[in-house]
């Protein structure tokens, strides 16, 4: 049954457009975004620092509702989607396009009007890199779709970062770049364990179209690749040794966990333990990592004073 039959089925309520926003998805957002303004040279008054943060979630989270409303179709014939408020009929597809543009929207203005309008331009593109590039053009056309459209979820450091200096320079774009590498190894190693779901609606993720061999090889590059990265704040000075040594142990930790990934060449039915465990270490290394990049910023000052 398609989406739009469905879609009178059932009266929504407010967590129906609470779950548009990808609350799960949005935590991560939000706390990247935090740490991005914190580690800011500089200060911020609180309100206008909450401010920016709450931004940073309306934009996510509208970006995530057009998302939504674009692939309501796909998410139906997904397993792991088809609960969502629209493949349930729950919602009527154009009320999610008109509160993800009017969310996405809003936080724009407000970014703009209230902190600074390179951080307003900086948010605007990342919802239309999420919701445009990513979601309408990207996904149903390449294997390459999360490499380029790690973009979308890099943004918020370097928003958060902006907020409180009002220009770009080395640091946030290294910022970026972490969560911009950070994102195959993440994504894929969930691909590979819901690679089906995705085969059986047609979107060409990498283990559906060249296979989980080259994924898995894949994996441990961009893992590899991410270590230079993930480091570079500390290089360059941006940081002090607090950081740059958690960088170094997380992002070590990332490759050993992908080596396992990488090696293996049969999977007996859904048994695929390292995948799970590097899925599930990613989301907790890009936590500490961010949260040691805070702990630098406020500690090293008074370790040298």
Request: glycine residues 8%; charged residues 10%.
């Amino acid at each position: 049954m398609s989406v739009a039959a469905k879609q009178v089925v059932l009266p929504a309520d407010w967590r129906d457009f609470f779950a548009l926003t990808k609350p799960r998805v949005m935590t991560l957002v939000i706390f990247t975004g935090i740490c991005g303004l914190l580690a800011a040279p500089g200060s911020i008054n609180p309100i206008l620092g909450f401010t920016a943060i709450l931004c940073i979630a309306m934009g996510a989270g509208g970006s995530a509702a057009l998302n939504q409303w674009w692939e309501a179709d796909l998410d139906a014939g997904m397993k792991r989607t088809s609960k969502r408020p629209l493949p349930t009929g729950r919602l009527r597809r154009e009320d999610a396009r008109d509160f993800g543009i009017a969310l996405s929207a809003a936080s724009v203005g407000i970014m703009g009007v209230a902190i600074n309008w390179l951080a307003a331009a900086i948010l605007a593109l990342a919802v239309i890199y999420y919701a445009v590039i990513y979601t309408i053009w990207l996904k149903p056309r390449t294997p390459q779709n999360i490499v380029i459209g790690g973009g979308a979820g890099a943004f918020p450091p370097m928003i958060g970062w902006v907020a409180v200096t009002g220009d770009v320079t080395a640091m946030p774009v290294l910022l970026f770049a972490i969560i911009f590498m950070w994102t195959p190894p993440h994504f894929w190693a969930l691909a590979l364990f819901v690679k089906t779901d995705y085969a059986n609606v047609g979107i060409p993720m990498m283990p559906v179209v060249k296979g989980e061999k080259s994924t898995r090889q894949q994996i441990l590059l961009y893992s590899i690749l991410l270590l230079p990265i993930a480091v570079a704040p500390w290089w360059i000075g941006g940081t002090g040794a607090i950081y740059g040594i958690a960088a170094a142990a997380l992002t070590l930790g990332f490759v050993v966990l992908a080596i396992p990934v990488a090696t293996r060449t049969a999977v007996e039915g859904d048994a695929m333990k390292p995948e799970k465990r590097l899925f599930a270490f990613s989301i907790l290394y890009l936590f500490a990592l961010f949260g040691a990049l805070v702990a630098d910023r406020f500690l090293t000052p008074l370790m040298s004073a």
